[in-house]
């Protein structure tokens, strides 16, 4: 079940950066870091980077607005019986690990 679980938040990951990467407006570099499926298969987290810094808000908006056409294109390209319902969160954790990294560089 955990492989499976695994599987799908790949699957939900890739696709999702392919549906950004062809939906975006061009002025802000949206990347997908990562994806959390729960147990169940019927909610998932992708979790986003944006650059430039500034336009992290902007392009998260635009991604949550556009929730629905990305479960309708992982309609169309995931092969499961329930399309889980997507979530769109900035990736905390990617943001401190690159401030410690801009820390350790300025030593």
Do not use: W
Request: charged share 35%.
């Amino acid at each position: 079940m955990l492989q499976r679980n695994e599987k799908v938040a790949n699957l939900i990951k890739e696709l999702g950066a392919q549906f950004l990467e062809r939906e975006n407006n061009g002025t802000s570099l949206i990347t997908v870091t990562s994806c959390n499926v729960s147990p169940d298969l019927k909610k998932a987290t992708l979790f986003i980077t944006v650059l430039p810094d500034e336009k992290e808000h902007d392009a998260l908006d635009f991604a949550k607005r556009r929730r629905g056409d990305l479960r309708d294109y992982l309609k169309k390209n995931i092969e499961i019986k329930t399309i889980p319902f997507i979530d769109i969160k900035i990736d905390q954790g990617e943001k401190n690990r690159q401030k410690i990294e801009e820390l350790l560089r300025e030593k």
